[in-house]
């Protein structure tokens, strides 16, 4: 392949300092991507440069400090705007993570929309995140989940799709990419014919910020959310992005400072957006980490990191499937590059322990989708998710450590 | 009375105390053919629910005259989860309840323990010591022992 589309994988190694550190004296293995991502130099540093050089509140202060700071954390706001290419960033809000955008979503624009009655679709391979904010909004309002089912492979069954929709549809919270299964979701055409019958639709796109590039205005969503730390960046940051004219009809989340434009005991007037959903100090330090999580993706190149994954995804797919009694969970057409399986007669917590032991870190369990393992009949299951930095040479020491659980539990 | 943990044989243990102390060869044993895995019916039981992670053990007990006559279990879990139920039911059968609940407490207390503390003789059940050094596994090896408590608690039949 020409060096120019193929990622160095090797210097790209160089950047995250996590991937240096040895488990039980072995090199790590970090295959729970999924779960959260390690973070780059570039980001730690940034973080930690706003912290030691460029503290101070922001939308306040007249002083230099603070005008800087103001000017970081929209210019972070913006780097968001072009990563997701929303048409303004006033469509950008800044909230912890994927978990409280939807939460926000549906304590808005759900408690404004949605009526007894009424009916909420989602699919059965949602996290538990875009599961129960809905049911809460359901159960306060008498309105009714709807589940869009999956097939045998992982995929939605989307020839059901129209007929779970009707008139008491409110509103349609699908996630891009599966979390258990890898999955991607045809979420453009979901939009498409959601909207056909007039309803808006969330996405969900946790899992699929930091391995494809996503353009908010192509997939024509009303809202999608992601969480900065599964791409590269903090913790306690993520993003709520919203159709301006969904936004700005919306009711506050939050009361408190930076979401007001006046207040009198006898009357507050609301903020413009974005600030209305931003009430107090927000995580500063994570939104200017997350912006230079999103320009240290986009340097390396989306397509590039997709064509990696996807290449790692085929080899340990490949490599995976000759581990005697291994069985794959999600072997869906399109996914990104997360391998669940199963392994014949271990549970996948003590595979978890032992593939650990060899400093290879995967995720075993319900990975918080305990419908979907309903669905799937299993309790739990083991999980390997890649990023941008894995390689062949980890997901043969995955399948090396395979074999050795299995020669333990046989 | 203290106790080392017993030797093991080599393998993909080999060179890993940790693993080896985890995975003793009487625990591997009770997971692949797990003891007394039924339902008693008309008895007590009790179910235990790890919601971190899935796990589930039901105990089945027939208690007569304040002696524990038959003990069961049916578990969906890992290794530690159903080697754990499957000698649990092998110690406490004919026990008197008042005898298990103690036990359960020493149970407890053993895997409990800090990894360097030393380790009380309780027969077979000493195989999981071992769990002690995954912190995380604790709950797994205690699934079970929590089932019993209940299944015991309530009123005598």
Known sequence: ?410 | MSVDLPPHRAGVRGGDPGLQALYQEVVLDHNRHPRNCRAIEGGRQAEEYNAICGDRVTVYARIEEGVIRDVSFLASGCAIVNASASLMTETVAGLATADARALADRFHRMIAAAPGAPIEDLGTLTALAGVRMFPIRIRCATLSWEALRAALAGSPE
């Open chain 1, 1 to 410: 392949m020409d060096s120019l589309l193929t990622l160095d994988v090797t210097a790209v190694r160089g950047d995250f300092p996590m991937l240096q550190c040895r488990i039980h004296g072995k090199p790590l293995v970090y295959l729970d991507n999924a779960a959260t991502t390690q973070k780059p130099r570039m980001v730690i540093d940034r973080v930690a440069r706003y912290y030691a050089e460029e503290n101070a509140n922001i939308h306040r202060g007249v002083h230099t400090l603070s005008a800087r700071a103001t000017g970081a954390y929209e210019s972070a706001r913006e780097t968001v705007r072009r990563f997701l290419n929303a048409a303004a960033p006033t469509e950008i809000i800044f909230v912890r993570g994927a978990t409280e955008a939807i939460n926000l979503v549906a304590q808005t624009y759900g408690r404004m929309h949605v009526g007894p009655g009424d009916e909420i679709v989602i699919s059965e391979m949602e996290h538990h995140s875009n599961i129960v904010p809905w049911q809460i909004l359901c159960e306060e309002k008498g309105a009714r989940l709807q589940v869009l089912p999956i097939t045998e492979t992982g995929e939605l069954q989307m020839d059901g799709f129209e007929q779970l929709l009707s008139d008491r549809t409110r509103i349609v919270a699908v996630t891009h990419v599966s979390n258990a299964l890898g999955t991607m979701n045809p979420v453009a055409e979901i939009a498409r014919r959601a909207h056909a019958r007039g309803i808006p639709v969330l996405v969900d796109g946790a899992q699929a910020v930091a391995h494809m590039a996503v353009n908010v205005q192509a997939l024509d969503c009303d809202f999608y959310v992601f969480s900065g730390h599964k791409v590269f960046g903090p913790t306690g940051i993520g993003v709520l992005y919203g159709r301006e004219r969904l936004l700005e009809a919306m009711p506050p989340y939050q009361g408190g400072g930076d979401m007001i434009s006046s207040v009198t005991f006898e009357r507050t007037r609301y903020n413009v957006l974005p600030y209305k959903f931003e009430a107090g100090t927000p995580h500063v330090a994570g939104a200017l980490g997350l912006a230079a999580a999103i320009d240290y993706l986009t340097a390396l190149g989306l397509d590039r990191v997709s064509a990696h994954e996807h290449e790692l995804l085929v080899y340990g797919t490949d490599v995976l499937s000759q581990v005697p009694g291994l069985r794959f969970t999600g072997t869906a057409r399109d996914k990104v590059g997360i391998l669940a399986f199963l392994l014949d007669g271990v549970h996948p917590h003590d595979a978890g322990t032992v593939l650990d032991r060899a400093g290879v870190a995967i995720r075993a369990g319900h990975h918080c989708c305990q419908p979907l393992m309903a669905r799937l009949g299993v309790p739990a299951t083991a999980r390997a998710s890649l990023a941008l930095y894995n390689t062949r040479e980890e997901i043969d020491a995955l399948a090396g450590a395979l074999q050795g659980v299995r020669e333990l539990f046989a």
